[in-house]
């Protein structure tokens, strides 16, 4: 029978697994003090909006899946002479390397989900701005929050059946380290028979099942959702600065001062809504980089035989790092693009240097906790 090639990631499997250890700790370290910091300051009376609500449920789940990575890539990617001992597949490790395939694609499916409600509930604040405090309120973003949080375990049940933790005896020498089958002839020390654990598909239809769920419902479905958002924000904000030109091009000739100031105000209002949605549209196009290809591996790996094997095994680290980039990251996004939160973050944690370092006006300093006039310069209120 002949077995069709798609591709040989061997090597470069081998490679990059020399890296990935180090990359993803270091990530997870980053990321996971990244996102604390994060919170902290969203959290805060003053910053507590559906906006600012639905990035700290994101912040959580893209913690949950940093904090879990940590012990796996050290059991995993440091000290590899360890794994070539019996003492590397006990009960425990393998309950653990069970819990790791769950948990970590249900909580990230949880950051998905919770990136999809945000692209829809910017894109109902600039499309229907008179309708947002009414569907979109501070309780019933929290709902919403809690419902994904219940739901997206239920709708990733069929991975976990499609997982079970077999055992075997494993030949190994007097210190438990593993002998080789092809090298059990040439042997001549003492030999004897331990118990391994390790965690393996349940069953060739579980797993063509589970790859269909994680391929299309946890990866393509959102992706594909965040698409249209993307592109249908992107239209809203091309039309929303047209017509902020022409309503511009009108003031230009009017005299009236204070019909001038409102006009001033408005314009500043429209920039801090396009810096908003500017900034939510560059964590979509994030998430899109980083999710797209694994859903497009894991659909090929559910249709082709032996795609998963050949390519799909192979890029598993790779794939990891990439979530992982969109777990660490979000962060800066949002620091780099939210003069809210720089000016929070920088009273909360460098209020002596807060200045000098990033050059804030003093007015900002003061709008960010007192709420003048009834603005406000929060993500969600714009």
Same mark, same amino acid.
């Given at each position: 029978?002949?077995?069709?090639?798609?591709?040989? %990631?061997?090597?470069?499997?081998?490679?990059?697994?020399?890296?990935?250890?180090?990359?993803?700790?270091?990530?997870?370290?980053?990321?996971?003090?990244?996102?604390?910091?994060?919170?902290?300051?969203?959290?805060?009376?003053?910053?507590?909006? #559906?906006?600012?609500? @639905?990035?700290?449920?994101?912040?959580?789940?893209?913690?949950? $899946?940093?904090?879990?990575?940590? #012990?796996?890539?050290? /059991?995993?990617? !440091?000290?590899?002479?360890?794994?070539?001992?019996?003492?590397?597949?006990?009960?425990?490790?393998?309950? !653990?390397?069970?819990? /790791?395939?769950?948990?970590?694609?249900?909580?990230?499916?949880?950051?998905?989900?919770?990136?999809?409600? *945000?692209?829809?509930?910017?894109?109902?604040?600039?499309?229907?701005?008179?309708?947002?405090?009414?569907? !979109?309120?501070?309780?019933?973003?929290?709902?919403? @929050?809690?419902?994904?949080?219940?739901?997206?375990? =239920?709708?990733?049940?069929? =991975?976990?059946?499609?997982?079970?933790?077999?055992?075997?005896?494993?030949?190994?020498?007097?210190?438990?380290?593993?002998?080789?089958?092809?090298?059990?002839?040439?042997?001549?020390?003492?030999?004897?028979?331990?118990?391994?654990? $390790?965690?393996?598909?349940?069953?060739?239809?579980?797993?063509?099942?589970?790859?269909?769920?994680?391929?299309?419902?946890?990866? *393509?479905?959102?992706?594909?959702?965040?698409?249209?958002?993307?592109?249908?924000?992107?239209?809203?904000?091309?039309?929303?600065?047209?017509?902020?030109?022409?309503?511009?091009?009108? $003031?230009?000739?009017?005299?009236?001062?204070?019909?001038?100031? +409102?006009?001033?105000?408005?314009?500043?209002?429209?920039?801090?809504?396009?810096?908003?949605?500017?900034?939510?549209?560059? %964590?979509?196009?994030?998430?899109?980089?980083?999710?797209?290809?694994?859903?497009? +591996?894991?659909? *090929?790996?559910?249709?082709?035989?032996?795609?998963?094997?050949?390519?799909?095994?192979?890029?598993?680290?790779?794939?990891?790092?990439?979530?992982?980039?969109?777990?660490?990251?979000?962060?800066?996004?949002?620091?780099?693009?939210?003069?809210?939160?720089?000016?929070?973050?920088?009273?909360?944690?460098?209020?002596?240097?807060?200045?000098?370092?990033?050059?804030?006006?003093?007015?900002?300093?003061?709008?960010?906790?007192?709420?003048?006039?009834?603005?406000?310069?929060?993500?969600?209120?714009?």
């Amino acid at each position: 029978m002949n077995i069709t090639t798609y591709c040989n %990631l061997t090597n470069f499997s081998k490679s990059y697994e020399q890296l990935h250890g180090v990359l993803s700790l270091t990530l997870c370290v980053f990321g996971s003090i990244a996102n604390v910091l994060m919170m902290t300051v969203l959290l805060r009376k003053d910053m507590r909006w #559906p906006t600012n609500l @639905i990035l700290t449920g994101l912040a959580v789940a893209d913690l949950l $899946v940093m904090l879990e990575y940590i #012990p796996f890539s050290l /059991h995993r990617y !440091f000290n590899k002479e360890r794994r070539n001992y019996v003492g590397s597949f006990s009960h425990n490790w393998a309950l !653990f390397m069970f819990f /790791h395939a769950l948990f970590s694609q249900i909580v990230h499916f949880i950051s998905c989900c919770l990136t999809v409600i *945000l692209a829809v509930w910017r894109y109902v604040t600039i499309s229907k701005p008179h309708n947002t405090r009414v569907w !979109f309120g501070l309780k019933r973003t929290f709902y919403v @929050i809690v419902i994904v949080y219940v739901c997206a375990p =239920i709708i990733c049940s069929p =991975i976990i059946f499609s997982l079970t933790i077999r055992h075997h005896n494993q030949t190994c020498d007097s210190s438990g380290k593993i002998i080789k089958r092809e090298d059990l002839k040439t042997y001549k020390g003492e030999v004897r028979s331990e118990l391994i654990y $390790v965690t393996d598909i349940a069953s060739e239809t579980a797993k063509v099942i589970s790859f269909w769920v994680y391929s299309v419902v946890i990866k *393509l479905v959102p992706c594909i959702l965040l698409t249209h958002l993307s592109w249908k924000l992107v239209s809203i904000l091309v039309e929303t600065k047209k017509r902020k030109k022409v309503l511009l091009q009108t $003031v230009v000739n009017l005299k009236d001062m204070k019909t001038s100031g +409102l006009l001033t105000n408005k314009k500043k209002k429209v920039k801090q809504a396009d810096r908003t949605s500017n900034m939510l549209l560059a %964590l979509l196009f994030l998430f899109l980089i980083t999710e797209f290809p694994q859903a497009i +591996l894991g659909l *090929l790996s559910a249709i082709l035989e032996e795609f998963e094997k050949q390519c799909y095994r192979p890029l598993g680290d790779f794939m990891d790092i990439l979530a992982l980039i969109n777990s660490a990251t979000n962060v800066l996004l949002y620091c780099t693009m939210s003069r809210q939160f720089r000016t929070t973050f920088t009273e909360m944690y460098m209020p002596k240097c807060a200045f000098s370092c990033f050059k804030l006006p003093q007015e900002n300093v003061r709008a960010s906790t007192a709420d003048k006039n009834g603005e406000r310069t929060q993500l969600s209120h714009t």
